[in-house]
């Protein structure tokens, strides 16, 4: 009897084993797709296209999309439909407008390269069929395009995924690992905010190039032929046509090949027989001549630099900034990243060879990157250039797991912090989509105001290097600096002095600024920043900032501000908000600032208001 039990509990044990062990197959095979459903679940539940401020066709995307319109759409390679659009999709006050066409030598190009137009063309291809199909406006923007492009981002980061999972399989890293790191990519880096918020800039389908020519030439060393070498050239040249600074992938060569003797393998397959090199040179200049073609078509050259006076400074390069500033730094907003650097060490152990080549891209590619007359790139959720090499952080970081899993103590220590760290970076995906981490140029103290919070606090900064102009007004109430409506200042009781301006105490509206934008505004792309503290007896206020651009006494854009999303009840609480000026009509178009409130039981108070016109050097946007 007692041998009957025995037996049962370790067949059922058995059973038990052999079902995790399936369910964990499981899990290994279809991890990129587990992945995609909860992308798409995330996508469909943050994005709203249907919306002009949630469209997918936004920023530097619409300059990459563009080429597909002017040449199947409208015909026009000077871009004149662009205002068309605009007017018809995007907001009226031009928040979401991007410029992107540049004069060069008296003739209109497309500021941006062209690669990514040969990834999306397929999804083009497709909505524009629907549209034809099923009666929607086909004219390149209409929902329909916007949600299609949509899964193009996608589509490209599952793709992306399956080449990492492939890629990773080559090296000696357990299934086990294959399958975290997969999930600490997809979940554990800003990777997740340029698919799914951002999917028309060219991050993720450059993480997808990237991971596909390192595949490309993994598998190259170990095969007979040459399908796999080919692929490589044809890959390495899509990534040049798509970001030219991503030739650097080639320094990754080493770490993939691992030894010098596997290296010279791979360099004699290349050089060989001229006929083999010859073939691969054609094969690689084919997505790079389109682009030269492309610059032929738009302004009768073949070379163009179409990024003007925007370029690179090496003599001046934010090395340390872009890795570790609280303004967009990559080490800060991806920590996860500085856990992947740490398998530099044991893959030093294991191949000098591979280490010291890839420190040096690491060195190389930051240097390049960080030269850049932007170095932050108005990135929305930490570094967005280092996504296009995350194919080299799942490598680093498989290195590392393989190091710590021989260290119990370690091991689990470790366990904790990656998942620390992948918390975190959900915590901050999601602050970021919801502005609560501040637009524009963040320093330590905004970083740690903006921490742990899940509701906003406005603040808006504007990288000084843009700044061309900045004309303050500010009025702290304890003086009549002639601004409209003083009768609402009054000593109920303030933040600093004695006097706050109160709305609803003798009409509905609060003190307020009237200033004509012409005499304060020293450029063509202006914002207006207000600053504030306020305080509400209410848990939702009912009270509304108003910013207000007039022209010849009628309102040009209005822009009301509601309280509600952001008052503490009974507490004072500091306020920002940044509007863009629309196009001015006449020279003496104004701007009105004020509060607005409904007299009743509400005690809605303003203090220490600020109000700064402020001019840009050129295009500036917050997303």
Known sequence: ?????????????KVNTKSKLTSFKTLYRFTPEIILVVYIILFFSIKQPYRDYGRIIISDGKGYYGYLTAIFIYHDLDYNFVDGYEQKYYPPDRSQFKEFRFKFK???VNKGFPGLAIL???????????????????????????????IGALFYLWLGLKFLKKLLATFSFSKLYITIILLLIAFGTNLIYYTINEGMMAHVYNFMLVTLFLLAIRKSI??????????????????????????????LVPLITETPERFMVLFRKIFSAW??????????????????LLYKLQTGYWFVYSYGNEGFDFSNPYFFQILFSFNKGWLVYTPLALIALFGLIPLYRQSKFSFYSTLGFFVVFTYVASSWWVWHYTSNFGQRVFIDVYAVVAILLGYFFNCVSRLKLLRFLIVLIVFFMLVLNCLQYYQHYNFIFAPGTVDAALYRDSFFRLVPAPKFNFPDELVEDRKVFYNDFEGDYAWLNYASVNDTFAFEG????????????????????SKVLKSEFGWVKVGFWMYSDKKYSAAKLIVDFESEGKSLFYKPIFMKEYNIRDEWTYLEFAVKVPELQTTSDMLRVYFMLQPGEELFLVDNLKVEVISMKEDFEFY
């Open 1 to 13: 009897m007692v041998a009957l039990v025995i037996n049962d509990q370790i067949r059922h044990k």
């Open 106 to 108: 008296g003739e209109i």
């Open 120 to 150: 999306l063309l397929p999804f083009f291809l497709l909505a524009h069929l629907l549209a034809l199909t099923f009666g929607f406006t086909a004219d390149g923007y209409s929902l329909i395009y916007q949600y299609t492009m949509g």
């Open 222 to 251: 170990d095969e007979k032929g040459y399908r796999w070498l080919t692929l490589s050239a044809l890959t390495l040249g899509l990534i040049i046509s798509v970001r030219p600074t991503n030739a650097l992938v080639v320094f």
């Open 275 to 292: 006929k083999t090199s010859i073939l691969l040179v054609s094969v690689f200049l084919i997505f790079p001549f389109m682009v030269l």
């Open 498 to 517: 004695k006097h706050a301006s109160r709305a609803g105490l003798v009409n509905e509206y609060s003190i307020g600024l009237y200033e004509q934008l």
